[in-house]
């Protein structure tokens, strides 16, 4: 029996890794086929010119799209620069997302847009990524240039569409808070931990977070006023107590 069982064990593993490496090789051989098959196009300048710049890939992710020396290049989820499989004119694939795009434009609002091919439905045209300003700035970007009232507006957009969304995590707005904390970076991290309260205005632990950042600071009042506020939400937060009660005692 137990013989059986290893022999079933080691088969069904053998099996997995024939289905993947079969799999990967596919993969491989698509991507081979496919680069066999790009062409140098010649884009006009008009054409480039329309097709440039920034498409709304998500919710806080945008895809940049330029052309150096007639060629074709994206820019995505900070990467310096891809250079996707071209096909023809409108139409590219990109190895790193292993999609196949193509450009086209509203017939009635004359937007551009990325439209993706998905097999079996080649003819079907759907706008999938819509180009926006080159101004645009998504959130995180925001964030990144530390303008957080702008950071905070577009996540607050994203979580009146989505309030499941991965963009506007909890405990990611927490940890970034923390780091700026270690950097002694007091004003980033009040400003962070400010968002995170407009985001879960019900959580104690984002106002336990902000009392910590105004403590470091050197701010006892409004620590005071943030650990309170995070006792109203849970009763139980031990270091908001002890902060509290001491606040009292030396304000008497």
Same mark, same amino acid.
């Given at each position: 029996?137990?013989?059986?069982?290893?022999?079933?064990?080691?088969?069904?593993?053998?099996?997995?890794?024939?289905?993947?490496?079969?799999?990967?090789?596919?993969?491989?051989?698509?991507?081979?086929?496919?680069?066999?098959?790009?062409?140098?196009?010649?884009?006009?300048?008009?054409?480039?010119?329309?097709?440039?710049?920034?498409?709304?890939?998500?919710?806080?992710?945008?895809?940049?799209?330029?052309?150096?020396?007639?060629?074709?290049?994206?820019?995505?989820?900070?990467?310096?620069?891809?250079?996707?499989?071209?096909?023809?004119?409108?139409?590219?694939?990109?190895?790193?997302?292993?999609?196949?795009?193509?450009?086209?434009?509203?017939?009635?609002?004359?937007?551009?847009?990325?439209?993706?091919?998905?097999?079996?439905?080649?003819?079907?045209?759907?706008?999938?990524?819509?180009?926006?300003?080159?101004?645009?700035?998504?959130?995180?970007?925001?964030?990144?240039?530390?303008?957080?009232?702008?950071?905070?507006?577009? *996540?607050?957009?994203?979580?009146?569409? +989505?309030?499941?969304?991965?963009?506007?995590?909890?405990?990611?707005?927490?940890?970034?808070?923390?780091?700026?904390?270690?950097?002694?970076?007091?004003?980033?991290?009040?400003?962070?931990?400010?968002?995170?309260?407009?985001? *879960?205005?019900?959580?104690?632990?984002?106002? +336990?977070?902000?009392?910590?950042?105004?403590?470091?600071?050197?701010?006892?009042?409004?620590?005071?006023?943030?650990?309170?506020?995070?006792?109203?939400?849970?009763?139980?937060?031990?270091?908001?107590?002890?902060?509290?009660?001491?606040?009292?005692?030396?304000?008497?």
């Amino acid at each position: 029996m137990r013989r059986f069982f290893f022999a079933y064990i080691f088969t069904s593993n053998l099996n997995s890794i024939k289905m993947k490496t079969k799999a990967l090789l596919l993969s491989l051989f698509f991507i081979i086929i496919v680069s066999s098959c790009t062409k140098r196009i010649d884009y006009s300048p008009e054409f480039m010119e329309q097709t440039s710049g920034r498409y709304l890939f998500n919710q806080d992710a945008v895809i940049d799209v330029f052309y150096d020396d007639n060629k074709l290049f994206l820019k995505w989820k900070g990467t310096d620069k891809i250079e996707p499989i071209a096909l023809d004119e409108n139409t590219f694939f990109v190895a790193d997302l292993y999609k196949k795009f193509q450009f086209v434009q509203h017939p009635k609002t004359r937007a551009w847009y990325l439209s993706e091919i998905v097999d079996n439905h080649e003819n079907t045209i759907s706008y999938d990524y819509l180009k926006v300003e080159d101004s645009f700035k998504t959130p995180s970007m925001h964030l990144k240039d530390k303008a957080y009232d702008k950071a905070l507006l577009g *996540y607050l957009q994203i979580q009146k569409q +989505d309030s499941t969304s991965v963009f506007i995590n909890e405990g990611d707005f927490n940890r970034l808070g923390y780091d700026f904390l270690r950097e002694n970076q007091y004003q980033d991290a009040i400003h962070v931990f400010k968002m995170n309260v407009a985001l *879960y205005p019900d959580s104690d632990n984002v106002y +336990d977070s902000l009392a910590d950042a105004y403590l470091r600071s050197g701010d006892s009042l409004q620590a005071f006023v943030n650990y309170s506020k995070a006792l109203e939400y849970n009763s139980g937060n031990k270091r908001a107590k002890n902060y509290v009660e001491l606040y009292n005692k030396k304000n008497k």
